[in-house]
């Protein structure tokens, strides 16, 4: 039996809906560990829905009184949880604050991590991770001795549950740290995370420049929930913000639905989306390296493509 600890990301005092995920691939883990407890520690003072949280796959939800998010301290306190709940493996969402806890919190547990998995199995030698390496040209399969392994659960690669029932709702002492966030300034949108959302509309220095944007908008705005992305080439140029940079050096995405507007497809632009579900691309040279890993290509201009594209959506939705 394997117990299995997930340290919520909240934002605000509200869960990060990748968190979501991570708690259905907990109960995964469990049930084919032999059905051990799934128990969600949130390691500053939130608001949690025990229902979503049970749903999703979780028996017990802990929530800790820090008031505010320390990289040191949630990681004192999400060890602490672990040891508490017995657990075996120790699961977070790979997203930015994921990804600067899962180390600490491993050598919290004097443990291994494996970072960014896309598939987790359980075997007769206890959990084997999946995780695409080299800008997602190999693909490798990681195993962590010990009595306990923690790792970082890529988005849209897991899902919730779906069951039955509450979690149930308990508290406990957060841990303190050396060092406190004291406040986060983002550009607000209005429009989804590009690393949590379920589509996204990125585009590449093919847009030509940054008001062409409005292209790229106007077929977010006709896909519901649609994110948007940008390649390094765009960023670099200013313009857009590092916050939607798709890649190597910027967020990973699986969504159901990635379309690539004006991007030659460069490998490092393709290690942060080629596990979409599904790619369009958008490009007017047709030897362009990213039809090579489209599931829809369209040669031809993006100033002339997107509008159509927006028009004929927009007619979808009514
Ligand atoms: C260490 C390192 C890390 C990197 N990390 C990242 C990363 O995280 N993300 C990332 O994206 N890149 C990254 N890069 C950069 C990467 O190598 C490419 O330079 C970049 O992805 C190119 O961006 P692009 O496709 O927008 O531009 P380009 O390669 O210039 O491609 C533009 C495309 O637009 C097409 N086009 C032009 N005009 C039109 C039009 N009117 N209509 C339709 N199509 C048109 C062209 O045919 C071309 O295919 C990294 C590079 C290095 C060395």
Not at 92 to 100: K, L, Q, W
Not at 220 to 245: F, T, Y
Request: net charge negative.
């Amino acid at each position: 039996m394997t117990n299995v600890l997930v340290v919520l990301e909240t934002r605000d005092g509200t869960l990060r809906p990748a968190c979501l995920e991570t708690v259905g691939a907990a109960r995964l883990a469990a049930d084919a560990g032999g059905g051990g407890t799934v128990t969600a520690v949130a390691t500053e003072t939130a608001e949690l829905d025990a229902a979503a949280l049970g749903s999703a796959g979780a028996d017990k939800v802990v929530i800790a009184d820090a008031g505010a998010h320390s990289p040191d301290g949630a990681a004192a306190t999400a060890v602490k949880a672990a040891k508490d709940c017995g657990a075996g493996l120790v699961l977070v969402a790979a997203t930015v604050r994921g990804r600067d806890l899962l180390a600490r919190i491993a050598a919290g547990l004097n443990t291994g991590f494996a970072a960014d998995c896309t598939a987790l199995d359980f075997t007769d030698d206890g959990f084997v991770f999946t995780r695409p390496v080299y800008a997602g040209k190999a693909i490798t399969k990681v195993k962590i001795n010990g009595d306990i392994a923690v790792a970082s659960l890529r988005g849209n690669h897991f899902a919730p549950a779906g069951r039955d029932g509450a979690a149930e709702m308990g508290t406990m002492a957060a841990k303190a740290g050396k060092s406190v966030v004291t406040g986060i300034s983002t550009k607000s949108t209005g429009r989804p995370d590009v690393a949590e959302a379920s589509r996204v509309v990125s585009g590449g220095r093919g847009m030509g420049s940054a008001e062409n944007w409005s292209l790229i908008e106007a077929v977010a705005d006709a896909i519901p929930g649609a994110a948007l992305g940008a390649s390094r080439a765009v960023v670099d140029n200013g313009w857009r913000p590092h916050s939607e940079q798709v890649g190597q050096t910027g967020k990973v995405v699986s969504p159901e639905l990635y379309i690539a507007a004006g991007i030659s497809g460069a490998i490092q632009h393709l290690a942060g989306m080629n596990s979409s579900k599904v790619i369009v691309a958008i490009n007017k040279d047709a030897q362009a390296p990213i039809f090579q890993h489209a599931s829809y290509g369209i040669v031809g201009d993006v100033n002339e493509v997107l509008p159509a594209l927006a028009e004929e959506l927009a007619k979808i939705q009514g």
